[in-house]
């Protein structure tokens, strides 16, 4: 009797709680004037920068209650993307005028709705990372283990590996920097010679370094050979004797690919700029080689019966060769001269 007041009983204190809870939100809600999203003052607001977003109920005094990672809670991000909260800004602009993030949040709560619309203004904080690395090559896939047929004694032989394939070279860029002194602002445009595209930047020299990777791929893993299936163990039914089979052969394992070439860097310095020059540095390594796929194991023959011959196992795969690593680009040319200012 106790058992069965003690359940409806836990279910009404659940609900009340819940309906107390709810109520206390819509009037938290209801007093709420506005919303309003935030990033640290400290955070690095720049190309390819990753910067977190809070948002905050508003009230009439001042309060905020932050309600970041809410239901209802939406970005939308001109600029960059959004994921989780987190804005990654746009490090490919093809164009200047990219300088600020732009984002419009909403919350959305039962019969409410607010809406903060902002622009975040670059502060140049954090190094301009450039980042045109080769890309790796993709890995083999392993073949098939193997097993022993239905009707046949001998065990499978294991599939052969697929071959890694090889890593992309670095970019080769031409870099040009000119300084604008009425404003301070570095203009650096980049012509992407392997992809024929061009993007621009703009910056302050504010002791943060201009970093350019441009390294080889790794090159793709072999794939591993798949395993030779077991033979069956010999059998004796009363209108036949079966012999045992024999092991499958091992798959053999595949080479991997080659890691990419670093790319080159050439960089035509303004005379207006010519100070930026100690602040660059390069990245164009050549890409890891790939590493060498594992031979399939031999499968076992099948235990005979007694009397009956022992069959042979198989015979473990070969292994696959490790790839060639890729060679490092050519030393960065860096030359300070006068060129027409057409960006």
């Not at 938290?28 to 004037?33: D, F, G, I, N, R």
């Not at 959004?82 to 490090?91: A, D, L, P």
């Not at 795969?317 to 300070?336: C, I, Y």
Request: with cysteine; proline share 3%.
């Amino acid at each position: 009797m106790i058992q069965s007041i003690r359940k409806p009983t836990a279910f009404i204190l659940i609900s009340v709680i819940f309906l107390l809870s709810s109520c206390l939100s819509s009037k938290h809600l209801k007093k709420a004037k506005s919303i309003q999203t935030e990033v640290n003052e400290g955070a690095a607001i720049n190309y390819g920068q990753r910067i977190k977003l809070s948002t905050y109920l508003v009230f009439p005094s001042g309060k905020k209650t932050e309600i970041s990672g809410k239901r209802g809670l939406t970005h939308q991000v001109k600029g960059g993307k959004v994921k989780g909260g987190w804005v990654t800004i746009e490090k490919y602009p093809e164009d200047f005028s990219l300088d600020s993030v732009y984002i419009k949040t909403t919350f959305e709560k039962r019969n409410w709705s607010f809406t903060d619309s902002n622009a975040i203004a670059f502060n140049y904080k954090g190094d301009l990372t450039l980042d045109f690395n080769g890309a790796s090559g993709k890995d083999g896939e392993s073949g098939n283990n193997r097993g022993t047929p239905l009707l046949l004694r001998n065990g499978k032989d294991g599939g052969d590996g697929e071959p890694g394939l090889d890593g992309e070279n670095g970019h080769d860029l031409y870099v040009h920097i000119y300084k604008e002194n009425s404003s301070g602002f570095y203009y650096i445009r980049v012509t992407d010679l392997t992809t024929s595209k061009m993007y621009y930047y703009k910056n302050k020299d504010l002791g943060y370094a201009i970093r350019f990777n441009l390294n080889g791929g790794k090159g793709g893993d072999g794939g591993d050979g798949g395993d030779g299936g077991d033979g069956k163990d010999g059998k004796k039914t009363d209108s036949k004797i079966k012999e045992p089979g024999e092991g499958g052969i091992g798959g053999d394992g595949s080479n991997g690919g080659n890691g990419g070439n670093g790319g080159s860097l050439y960089v035509f310095i303004h005379p207006s700029a010519k100070e930026i020059k100690n602040s660059i540095s390069v990245s164009n390594m050549g890409g890891a080689a790939g590493k060498a796929g594992e031979a399939g194991k031999a499968g076992e023959a099948g235990t005979p019966l007694e009397g009956q011959n022992t069959k042979s196992d198989g015979v473990s795969g070969s292994p696959g060769q490790v790839g060639v690593a890729g060679q490092a680009g050519p030393p960065v040319q860096m030359v300070v001269e006068d060129f027409d200012i057409d960006f």
